[in-house]
């Protein structure tokens, strides 16, 4: 078993993926990060209906790429199909910070009390996660979202992807909370996504909380961006419910940190919602 989930074990599980399941999943790169880590996308199935799922975006959740990587595996080995979808997965949208966050790197610039294994944004210390362009100008300074809204080559790339793919829906994961993020109150209601969020707590026991209601709180987030981009259903779910856990001990038994017993079925649920 794996004690730590970075950038290298990422590959290592792609490659292997690759070599097994040659015909059922394709990998390309979508772009570079801050310090030249590649961002890789698998995809899976032929069909019209693109679903997106993306991990890491924070640095500090390498947890959730571990446990992409693990239901991408099951998926597969289960031998399910999917005709009328395609299965698209960025299993770590944040290389830097994880690496970073794991202790193998260090920031691009100066990050003041720094300590790694708390650290969330990307080699430029910007939180990818207020990075993107959506009520902007609201994103407060403590979620260092940086000076411009797409700043960031990881965000970019993101952005570059969804614009050709045009998914009929995108999950991002995170790691603290065990609950699912999935209105605002500055898009409101988008077709289908109560419908989506109530399919993940029924199969995967993930709680649906309120709407989100500050701006503060949901400004420059890449979920609230897509909604508004495309006026379709994005959510957030938090993997994690055990709040006293630390980030690193998440990813030193991570299916015990996510109770895989109960959120094994995420992709299959998501494949399966019409
Ligand atoms: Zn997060």
Redesign the pocket.
């Known amino acids: 078993m794996r004690t730590c989930y970075g950038y290298t074990e990422l590959l290592e599980d792609l490659l292997k993926l690759s070599e097994v399941y040659k015909d059922k999943i394709s990998i390309k790169i979508t772009g570079t990060s801050v310090k030249g880590r590649l961002l890789p996308l698998i995809k899976m199935g032929g069909g019209n209906k693109k679903l997106l799922v993306a991990g890491a975006?924070?640095g500090?959740?390498s947890v959730t790429s571990a446990f992409i990587m693990k239901s991408l595996e099951e998926l597969l080995k289960s031998g399910c199909e999917f005709a009328e979808k395609s299965l698209y997965v960025l299993p770590m949208v944040n290389p830097d910070g994880v690496e970073i966050f794991l202790k193998r790197d260090l920031p691009q610039v100066t990050v003041k009390d720094f300590k790694g294994e708390l650290f969330?944004n990307n080699a430029n210390n910007i939180n990818l996660?207020a990075n993107f362009p959506f009520c902007f100008s609201k994103v407060p300074p403590k979620r260092q979202g940086g000076a411009k809204s797409a700043s960031e080559p990881e965000v970019k790339s993101l952005i570059k992807l969804c614009e050709k793919e045009r998914f009929e829906s995108a999950v991002s994961l995170?790691?603290?909370g065990n609950c699912i993020f999935w209105r605002d109150y500055g898009n409101k209601a988008v077709k289908g996504d109560l419908e989506l969020a109530k399919s993940f707590e029924q199969n995967c026991c993930f709680e649906i909380i309120s709407p989100t209601q500050k701006v503060e709180d949901y400004s420059g987030g890449f979920e609230n961006w897509f909604r508004c981009r495309y006026r379709k259903p994005a959510l957030?779910i938090?993997l994690v419910k055990d709040e006293d856990i630390s980030f690193s001990d998440m990813i030193i038994n991570f299916e015990e940190a996510v109770i895989w017993e109960k959120t094994k079925n995420l992709l299959i649920t998501y494949l399966n919602f019409s």
């Open positions: 975006v924070h500090r959740e969330k996660n995170h790691a603290r957030c938090e």
